[in-house]
């Protein structure tokens, strides 16, 4: 019914409605936002924005291919603008041009919808709606973020949009099959998702308690939160919560790993997704198990703590080790391929849970076609499971005495089942091998 009825209008009648609702919707907006001001001192709201928008689109449709009057109407409306924010700088003493910016928007948007259609104009419209309604939030926002959060800002778009452009895409030898350019993008990929995870919990979970330190930590790092819950736990041993936050962490490793196949390798990323599955049910059942249960036997007098599970993301040492690691992990890689076949893989991928699985990882994800994707997958629950063996230890040897057994009997479950899955009951290769 609806759009037989607006093929019938003429567009120019639509375009005109739509001008009329739109500058309407701005100058309520004002309205809203100035509710203690005099209006007299306002340079308009719902009425005013409305007749600028049809003077818009009037001076507009006139003359739209020289845009003269359009043109000489702007410049008028701006002289009565600069004219009344004078004014208000002399009687009121205050500053600042919201107003001026979004009656000059009000007057470009018949030209918008005209030319660009409507979800260019509506996407104008929310903009400009939301941006003078989240004054406060900017302010707050503004007090929250420190010098040293643009520096880091400004590393990551170096590092994504600046150097990673610049680097060839050609292989560094014969025996390192990897490029400058996957090198670097992988740095750019593993400092994203740490890069997130840094900002949702300063800026949104700024007071997350530790389950959820342990949540946005492990997209991070998990064994470095485990250790750091571990640690906490000596502080405060009666806080159930420090348990549920390491198997949280373990949770989103997973999610992680999965992250990156999936942006790597969507093949292997299809054939990790049944036994990541897997591990999230049982990670995230047993985190959920002990938190229920810790809750149950609370100390009431319990601190409720939090802790940074990590700090800026985007040091340019870390940068640096990952990129070694990763050229380290690729040349090994090629050697143990050539002189042991796949099955030397195996054998590397439980070494070097001892170290920084990520680089290690990628370099599988970036094997184009030497492994076989089955092969990825057993390689990277190995190397995952040899991680989590080393992970046990820091936490058992770091933590409090009363989460020892836990950490054991919930680690072995998890370390079992990674060994199974990867050899015993391998359902990747359902995926992988139909």
Same mark, same amino acid.
């Given at each position: 019914m ?7 209008l ?15 919707l ?36 006139i003359?739209?291919?020289t @845009?003269?009057?359009?043109?000489? $109407? !702007? =410049?008028?409306l +701006?002289?009565?603008?600069? *004219?009344?924010?004078?004014? &208000? ?8 041009l ?32 939301i ?33 990673l ?9 014969a025996?390192?099959n990897?490029?400058?350019y996957?090198?670097?993008l992988?740095?750019?990929?593993v ?18 308690g530790l @389950?959820?330190?342990?949540?946005? $930590? !492990? =997209?991070?790092? +998990?064994?470095a939160?485990? *250790?750091?819950?571990a640690? &906490? ?14 198997l ?5 490793m ?9 942006f ?16 999230v ?7 959920f198990?002990f ?7 609370a ?26 690691l ?5 040349a ?8 042991y ?8 991928s439980v070494?070097?849970?001892v ?5 290690f990882?990628?370099?599988?994800f970036?094997?184009?076609?030497r *492994?076989?994707?089955a ?15 080393c992970?046990?230890i ?11 057994r ?12 990674g ?8 359902i ?5 091998n139909?």
């Amino acid at each position: 019914m609806f759009p037989g009825l607006t093929h019938s209008l003429p567009p120019e009648l639509i375009n005109f409605l739509l001008i009329i609702v739109f500058s309407f919707l701005i100058g309520l907006e004002q309205r809203r936002s100035h509710p203690n001001v005099d209006y007299d001192s306002l340079f308009g709201t719902d009425r005013t924005f409305t007749l600028v928008g049809m003077l818009g689109f009037i001076l507009y449709i006139i003359a739209p291919q020289t @845009l003269i009057p359009f043109l000489g $109407g !702007g =410049l008028a409306l +701006s002289a009565f603008l600069v *004219i009344g924010y004078f004014q &208000k700088i002399q009687q009121k003493q205050r500053y600042g041009l919201t107003t001026v910016m979004i009656a000059l928007i009000t007057y470009c948007l018949a030209p918008l919808i005209c030319t660009q259609g409507i979800w260019m104009s509506l996407l104008v419209v929310v903009c400009t709606l939301i941006l003078a309604e989240i004054k406060e939030s900017l302010v707050e926002l503004s007090q929250k973020v420190s010098r040293d959060e643009f520096i880091t800002l400004a590393k990551f778009l170096t590092l994504a949009g600046v150097i990673l452009p610049l680097l060839p895409d050609t292989p560094i030898s014969a025996e390192i099959n990897v490029s400058p350019y996957r090198v670097w993008l992988a740095i750019v990929v593993v400092s994203g998702i740490s890069y997130l995870s840094y900002l949702l919990k300063k800026f949104v979970f700024p007071n997350a308690g530790l @389950l959820l330190t342990g949540v946005l $930590g !492990g =997209l991070y790092s +998990s064994t470095a939160t485990i *250790i750091i819950l571990a640690r &906490k736990s000596k502080e405060l041993p009666v806080d159930y919560r420090i348990l549920p936050g390491i198997l949280a962490a373990i949770t989103m490793m997973y999610l992680r790993i999965f992250l990156l196949a999936l942006f790597f390798n969507q093949t292997v990323a299809l054939g990790l997704l049944p036994p990541f599955i897997i591990f999230v049910l049982v990670t995230g059942g047993m985190s959920f198990y002990f938190l229920k249960t810790g809750e149950r036997n609370a100390v009431k007098a319990m601190s409720d703590q939090t802790t940074e599970p990590h700090s800026n993301p985007l040091e340019f040492k870390t940068a640096v080790v990952f990129g070694l690691l990763f050229i380290f992990f690729a040349a090994l890689t090629t050697a143990v391929l050539k002189y042991y076949g796949q099955s030397g893989i195996k054998v590397l991928s439980v070494v070097v849970g001892v170290t920084d699985i990520n680089p290690f990882i990628i370099n599988l994800f970036q094997s184009n076609g030497r *492994i076989e994707n089955a092969a990825i997958v057993t390689a990277v629950l190995t190397a995952i499971a040899s991680n989590n063996l080393c992970q046990l230890i820091y936490a058992v040897v770091l933590s409090d005495r009363s989460l020892r057994r836990n950490l054991a009997i919930s680690f072995t479950i998890i370390i079992v089942l990674g060994v199974l899955l990867a050899y015993v009951i391998p359902i990747h290769q359902l995926v992988l091998n139909p």
